[in-house]
Nanobody, 124 residues
Framework: QVQLEESGGGLVQAGGSLRLSCAASGRTFSNTAMAWFRQAPGKEREFVARITWSGVTTYSTDSVKGRFTISRDNAKNTVFLQMNSLKPEDTAVYYC?????????????????WGQGTQVTVSS
């Protein structure tokens, strides 16, 4: 069983940066893709970024627009989300998710492992 735990959230000013971490414990597999989703109050959970164990990345251009970078350290079973040029509209709970890369794309339904989330608040 794979367990995910996010960390690194907090309060930052607009234009600042933050790096989120997602630590995976338990058994992991090379065919597992990892992704970041976020959910703001009153809104649906949305896709942010995805990365395979081989390093192939996918971004939500509508929400991220090149400001975020996803990366991973497979040896440490950790995935990161570097967030730069943060905006107040980035305020949300950020979730780490994992699933088989064939099924786990940009939709929530493709992922079967989820973390508890970490709060990111961007002030004006």
């Amino acid at each position: 069983q794979v367990q995910l735990e996010e960390s690194g959230g907090g309060l930052v000013q607009a234009g600042g940066s933050l790096r989120l971490s997602c630590a995976a414990s338990g058994r992991t597999f090379s065919n597992t893709a990892m992704a970041w989703f976020r959910q703001a109050p009153g809104k649906e959970r949305e896709f942010v970024a995805r990365i395979t164990w081989s390093g192939v990345t996918t971004y939500s251009t509508d929400s991220v627009k090149g400001r975020f970078t996803i990366s991973r350290d497979n040896a440490k079973n950790t995935v990161f989300l570097q967030m730069n040029s943060l905006k107040p509209e980035d305020t949300a709970v950020y979730y780490c998710a994992g699933g088989n890369y064939v099924l786990a794309g940009t939709e929530e339904g493709g992922y079967n492992y989820w973390g508890q989330g970490t709060q990111v608040t961007v002030s004006s």
